[in-house]
């Protein structure tokens, strides 16, 4: 699986590569950004489209960074809570089965009648 997340990633950069290279002059094109909102009116220097693209890209990057760490943060927590638990229960199994089974307290009661008298009629008790 490592091998294919490594292709994959590799894959991505050459494809990105040739993006960049092949379309050259279309996205050395200056672009200027203006936010209007009411009474704010906010322009920005002229920038080429290729850092747009390339900000864009590490935007994503760093955003789906977050949530793997957020959520593989958050399976380490659980991989220890279960941890500890299984440790507990592998302690309290080690300890019932030290516990001998011949004593009165730990054996169950026979909840199966004993017959008191010949079971077909024949006189003879097994």
């Known amino acids: 699986m490592r091998y294919l997340k490594s292709l994959a990633i590799i894959l991505v950069f050459v494809v990105s590569m040739l993006f ?3 379309n050259n ?3 050395a094109t200056s672009v200027v950004l203006e936010f209007n909102v009411v009474a704010a009116h906010l322009y920005s220097v002229p920038l080429p489209l290729y850092i747009l693209v390339l900000g864009g890209f590490l935007l994503g990057a760093l955003f789906t960074l ?3 760490l957020v959520d593989r943060i958050r ?3 659980e991989l220890k809570t279960l941890r500890t638990r299984y440790a507990a229960l592998e302690d309290e199994t080690l300890s019932l ?3 001998p089974l011949n004593q009165p307290e730990n054996q169950q009661n026979s909840a199966i009648p004993t017959p ?3 079971a077909s009629g024949s006189g003879l008790s097994i």
């Open 75 to 77: 399976l380490g927590l």
């Open 66 to 68: 977050a949530f793997v």
């Open 20 to 22: 960049f290279v092949q």
């Open 116 to 118: 008191s008298g010949p």
């Open 25 to 27: 002059q279309p996205l």
């Open 97 to 99: 089965r030290t516990i």
